[in-house]
Structure formats: C-alpha cells, structure tokens
Nanobody, 119 residues
Framework: QVQLAESGGGLVQPGGSLKLSCAAS????????MSWHRQAPGKERELVATISSTYGVKNYADSVKGRFTISRDNAKNTMYLQMNSLKPEDTAVYYC????????????WGQGTQVTVSS
C-alpha cells in the first residue's frame, strides 16, 4: 500500500549537480514529515534533510547546508532533493522516508538510489 520510490541518482563529477526524486503512493505526502537520508559503505545511515508536514519547515545536516534543497510537489505527491556543489564525500545511497504523526503510523523507506561523486 504505502510505497516510496527514489530515482535520479548516478555518477557526477565534483562540483556538479543532481536532483533526486521520491515518488510516493498509498498516502498523501504533505500529511507526514518526510526526510532524506544517506548511507555510505561501512558507515551509519545519516539524516540529510527534513521537511515538516503542515508548514513545510526545512532542516538540513550541517554537511549539506547551502548546497542541498529539499522540496515537494503536492500535485505529483513527490519529494525532491536538489544537490548542488557535490563533493566526493556526498557519495552514498540516498533514501527517502515517510515519518510518523500519531499512534498507529508506520515509517516507510524507499529502496534507495546510488549517488557517486567522482572525477
């Protein structure tokens, strides 16, 4: 029922840009807090950016502030992550997540999309 599908990853040179998409189904995306996370090999999954449900308040990890922008398109029920000025340390699998609002809610994760920043 609830599904998340990331896309838009790939290989990019340092300083380049990518835009990731997270297409949601089975729920209304702006009714839940949503977030992007990433995980590099041998490292813990880390939070990259969040967007709140009602007001769309955005927060970012210090490592991506000023370079990444989280957004959503309610008509398409899709969340995005615009990534600019990419660095090799941004290389990771990127995941989108549906958060919880109340008892009975379940978090949901996509399968992830690979982002590789290399010359």
């Amino acid at each position: 029922q609830v599904q998340l599908a990331e896309s838009g990853g790939g290989l990019v040179q340092p300083g380049g840009s990518l835009k990731l998409s997270c297409a949601a189904s089975g729920f209304i995306i702006n009714s839940y807090p949503m977030s992007w996370h990433r995980q590099a090999p041998g490292k813990e999954r880390e939070l990259v950016a969040t967007i709140s449900s009602t007001y769309g308040v955005k927060n970012y990890a210090d490592s991506v502030k000023g370079r990444f922008t989280i957004s959503r398109d309610n008509a398409k029920n899709t969340m995005y992550l615009q990534m600019n000025s990419l660095k090799p340390e941004d290389t990771a699998v990127y995941y989108c997540r549906k958060g919880v609002r109340q008892r009975g809610d379940n978090e949901s994760w996509g399968q992830g999309t690979q982002v590789t920043v290399s010359s």
